[in-house]
């Protein structure tokens, strides 16, 4: 069993609608979890990130920790097609220690 | 936000050559980076990482010798991809962390290496 499990997709959405992507993790010890936002052949870009459970808001996009299920979401509201990327979740922490290990990515397309 | 500098963005050389990857953190002092590799539609795959003055440690299965890592400042590591081969050809991704940063939270821009 992988530590981190994520749906690679690909998803299609049409312009608007609100995106869910999700991860599930088997290690309960990690602390910090994060969403990744990488456009093709280029570095991933740190969009958001969360300490322990609960949720975290910051414009259109919504991250949220379940702890006791061991899962995370990333909710994209008003998606456009500039959204249309790779969406890597990724956690670390605890006895995990300060590596990051990282889902396989999910690719999402947004449809005009 | 932090940035983070990678160079060369492409990269193509000959079987038996080697190359070197730079990484440098911009705007704060990276104690430790990591690098990277990730292959088409895959995620990405830890190599090593490297601390500021320290040998880096590798993960299990990354030749040491292959891929020579070195973290002279804090500011710099660099990754040597040596005696190359069509199979090194990948894409390589570094990340840098400052002291008192998140963990992990800037990446660089990515190298495509392309051996022939």
């Known amino acids: 069993q992988k530590e981190v499990e994520q749906d690679p997709g690909p998803l299609s959405v049409p312009e608007g609608a609100i995106v869910s992507l999700n991860c599930t993790y088997s290690?309960?010890?990690?602390?910090?979890f994060m969403w990744y936002r990488q456009y093709s052949r280029k570095g991933p870009e740190l969009l958001m990130y969360?300490?322990?459970?609960g949720n975290k808001e910051d414009g259109r996009f919504t991250a949220q920790v379940d702890k006791s299920s061991k899962y995370i979401s990333l909710f994209i509201r008003d998606s456009q097609p500039s959204d249309s990327a790779t969406y890597l979740c990724?956690?670390?922490?605890?006895?995990?220690?300060?590596?990051?290990?990282f889902g396989a990515g999910t690719r999402l397309f947004v449809k005009a | 936000g932090a940035v983070v500098s990678q160079h060369p963005s492409r990269v193509i050389c000959k079987s038996g050559t080697s190359v070197k990857i730079e990484c440098r953190s911009l705007?704060?002092?990276?104690?430790?980076m990591f690098w990277y590799r990730q292959f088409p539609k895959q995620s990405l795959m830890l190599m090593a990482t490297?601390?500021?003055?320290?040998?880096?440690?590798?993960e299990q299965g990354v030749e040491k010798d292959k891929f020579l890592i070195n973290h002279a400042s804090l500011t710099l590591s660099t990754l040597t991809v040596t005696s190359a081969h069509p199979e090194d050809s990948s894409f390589y991704i570094c990340?840098?962390?400052?002291?008192?940063?998140?963990?992990?939270?800037?990446f660089g821009q990515g190298t495509r290496l392309t051996v022939v």
């Open positions: 990340s840098a962390r400052s002291l008192t940063g998140l963990t992990e939270a800037f």
């Open positions: 490297s601390n500021e003055g320290s040998k880096a440690t590798y």
């Open positions: 969360t300490y322990s459970s």
């Open positions: 705007d704060f002092q990276a104690t430790t």
């Open positions: 290690n309960s010890a990690f602390q910090y």
């Open positions: 990724a956690m670390s922490g605890g006895t995990g220690g300060f590596k990051t290990i």
